[in-house]
């Protein structure tokens, strides 16, 4: 009954803010006509993109002008701006993605758990969760999708997927140059950027190329603190997370003929610096709090022994062929892609002045992928996107565990080769003018084989990289999975358009890398599949504003979660297992009105809830497997996401333009552990950006994020009393003031 009550009252919310945005565009008619330039997406696949507001699917798209105003960085940098979404970096080692959309998301940094929420680069999948949250740069445009993406994606992507997409060469001479310095003044250290593109053509009409560079250096945003009076030690200070970040990316562009493009771009890069920032603080409600030493989980402060370290480094190559065919008036495109990706480091998981558990792991992975897919229109009334798919993925993966000053020590991992192919269709047939229906579906088979060496058998040093750990478990596992889709669109004018649809998506299943239990063998997990509904409405009244909304409801059956439970051996046990089947549904809104030509304002409001429909694992830990495991939240589920900010421009007579953007952003907090006694803090996020832009593209932006200095953690995992308990909760950056330089030449 309270399920009930609460999605009536949310239908309703969803209503009356559709209602409300839809008034407000009324009022702004006499706004100027700056909506009408287009903002086209990559989202369905379709030669050339479609309009955002065509696209039957909830996306959040950002052109390369706002990402510039955003100061994007890495994804993280959006993890506020869309509603329903978090874009988290783990914390446990720097870059691995700990991403959630409308409550989809992981805990985890195990290589081997496949994600909710899956990255492309250019069309290119990304095979891992490590490496993702890096920086990033000279991007034509970043899409966040909403929802499973099965169809026209494959696995992995459940609560929805992220697409980057690169700049490409142009046939034009273009240079662009940019640095900018930042910090948070009060006790934290600086951090420099500098970046620069050159693109132009090389021989006219025919071959283009660019070049990208990228150099990022971090002093250190946090202070270290070491020791204290509590340890008869003096208090000491010293800058800490230190990094330093290197990219480099060629792409070269080749049109033989007006009817075929291919496209190659390489990226190599490195990064690397200090650890986690690790804070211990209690677990929910005060509970557990570290013997010794322990903040408030909404301080800045943490006091750690082990500095760490990361270390990585990656290659990737994608190249992509696009060739114009007759056969109804469509497309051919080839997406080939190969990624190898390196990491090692060091953390402090106890999180206090002892040497109580410190880890180092390393990871190597490579992959290979190809899709093929054709993409037409027959008779202007058939549209199909149809192709095949190819992913293949080889991953070690290395961790020891020093416990108790050294005196215990594990050793262990994993070995996994992958491979994985898909068939793919979807069709869009208009039945009349204004009603589309669409019909889709995807096979994909996908095997694993996996060796592992489970920690707690290996007491002597031994790495699993170089082959000198035993393997106690060795299986492989195949999974073959067939994911529909029925919808359909509706324009009821050129105003107004209204889409739905139900589909079915799925995570991989696979092994445990991490296997710390010796009464659990590292058998496979299922795969977890959701069946989800959606209904959208999309607006553009008068070309005064943009309003986009949409109401889902998602039956997750298997939830795949990694169970973190405190051991007084290991320091944490992770059990991978498919835990329960769940009901997840909500709504989001999206606007954006122009009230003059000087003035945008900008709004979201998203709203998610979701409950345990059956339960088939201890997740308290207890033991026992009754209605208190039932009764705990669904983790990394936050209730409310809001945002609402404006964009003011204006033109200075004789210099060029100015503008000022500024965006509040509120997120509920969550659980992080499956046991509800780690979670993630609420937050209010504050940002703005004053820039001024001469007449000859010479660009200075002063801009601030986070400038309420909220404190946001990666993670929030429990630890033993052994360890003197409380919990390893890696740091975000807080308060951060920066200035830009940036200069075009055309």
């Not at 992770?574 to 030509?597: C, H, K, P």
């Amino acid at each position: 009954m309270r399920t009930k009550h609460a999605m009536k009252t949310a239908m309703l919310c969803a209503a009356s803010c559709f209602a409300l945005t839809s008034a407000v565009a009324v009022q702004a008619q006499t706004a100027g006509n700056v909506l009408e330039d287009e903002i086209i997406v990559t989202a369905t696949k379709k030669a050339g993109g479609v309009n955002i507001q065509e696209a039957p699917v909830a996306i959040t798209a950002f052109g390369e002008a706002q990402i510039e105003a955003l100061h994007v960085t890495d994804l993280q940098s959006l993890s506020y701006s869309v509603p329903n979404v978090s874009l988290e970096d783990v914390g446990t080692t720097p870059g691995v993605a700990n991403f959630s959309i409308r409550g989809l998301g992981i805990n985890s940094s195990i290589p081997s758990i496949d994600p909710t929420v899956g990255v492309f680069v250019d069309g290119m999948y990304l095979g891992i969760n490590g490496g993702i949250v890096m920086d990033v740069f000279d991007l034509e445009s970043i899409e966040v999708l909403r929802g499973p993406q099965g169809i026209l994606f494959g696995r992995n992507v459940t609560g929805g997927a992220v697409l980057i997409n690169t700049k490409k060469p142009g046939n034009e001479f273009e240079a662009s140059f940019k640095a900018a310095a930042e910090s948070g003044f009060k006790n934290t250290g600086g951090n420099y950027y500098l970046m620069g593109t050159v693109s132009g053509p090389i021989v006219e009409d025919r071959l283009y190329a660019k070049l990208a560079a990228y150099y990022n250096k971090d002093d250190g945003y946090f202070k270290n603190y070491e020791g204290g009076p509590a340890f008869g030690q003096p208090d000491a200070f010293s800058n800490f997370g230190e990094s330093e970040t290197i990219l480099f990316r060629p792409s070269i562009v080749f049109t033989p003929n007006d009817n075929a493009e291919f496209i190659l771009r390489y990226e190599h890069g490195e990064s690397d610096g200090d650890g986690p920032a690790s804070q211990n603080h209690p677990g929910v409600n005060g509970t557990f709090p570290n013997a010794f030493v322990s903040f408030d989980r909404n301080s800045d402060s943490f006091s750690i022994d082990e500095d760490g370290f990361y270390d990585n480094e990656w290659d990737q190559i994608i190249f992509e062929t696009n060739v114009d065919v007759a056969f109804g008036n469509g497309t051919i495109t080839n997406i080939f892609g190969y990624r190898d990706f390196t990491s090692s480091g060091r953390s402090d998981i106890d999180a206090t002045p002892l040497a109580l558990f410190h880890a180092p792991f390393g990871t190597n992975q490579d992959q290979w992928s190809n899709e093929l897919r054709y993409a037409g229109t027959f008779g202007d009334k058939f549209d199909l996107t149809t192709g095949v798919y190819y992913f293949t993925q080889d991953t070690v993966y290395q961790e020891a565990r020093n416990i108790a000053f050294g005196t215990l020590n594990f050793f262990g991992g994993g070995v996994q080769d992958q491979k994985t192919y898909g068939v793919f269709a979807q069709g869009d047939y208009a039945v009349t003018d204004q009603f589309n229906v669409i019909l889709g579906g995807r096979y994909t088979h996908e095997k694993k084989v996996a060796d592992i060496a489970t920690l707690i058998f290996n007491r002597t040093p031994c790495d699993v990289r170089d082959g000198t750990c035993p393997f106690d478990f060795s299986g492989q596992d195949s999974w073959s999975n067939f994911s529909p889709k029925v919808g359909f669109t509706y324009e009821a004018n050129d105003d107004w358009n209204v889409y739905g649809h139900w589909t079915k998506g799925f995570r991989s299943g696979g092994f445990n890398f991490r296997n710390t239990s010796a009464a659990f063998l590292p058998t496979p997990f299922d795969e977890e599949k959701v069946s989800s509904f959606e209904v959208g409405f999309k607006g553009q009244p008068n070309g005064k504003a943009r309003i986009n909304t949409a109401i889902f409801y998602n039956d997750v059956s298997n939830m795949q979660r990694e169970i973190n439970l405190a051991d007084p051996l290991a320091g944490v046990v992770q059990f991978i297992r498919n835990t329960a089947d769940a009901t997840i549904w909500g709504f989001e809104s999206e606007l954006q009105v122009y009230v003059m030509d000087m003035l945008t304002l900008l709004g979201s409001v998203g709203y998610t809830d979701g409950s345990y429909d059956s339960v088939a694992f201890d997740l308290n830990g207890d033991s026992v497997l009754d209605a208190a495991d039932k009764a705990l939240k669904i983790p990394r589920l936050a209730p409310w996401t809001y945002s609402f900010g404006f964009l003011f421009t204006s033109e200075v007579p004789g210099l060029g333009t100015w503008s000022l953007r500024t965006n509040y952003s509120h997120r509920d907090h969550s659980f992080y552990t499956d046991n509800n006694l780690g979670e993630l803090n609420s937050a209010n996020m504050l940002d703005f950006n004053l820039g001024v832009t001469t007449e000859n593209d010479v660009t200075v932006s002063l801009y601030g994020k986070n400038i309420l200095n909220e404190v946001t953690h990666g993670g929030d995992t429990q630890l033993p009393a052994t360890l003197g308990g409380g919990s390893f909760a890696p740091l975000n950056k807080g308060r951060i003031i920066g200035i830009e330089l940036k200069v075009d030449l055309r």
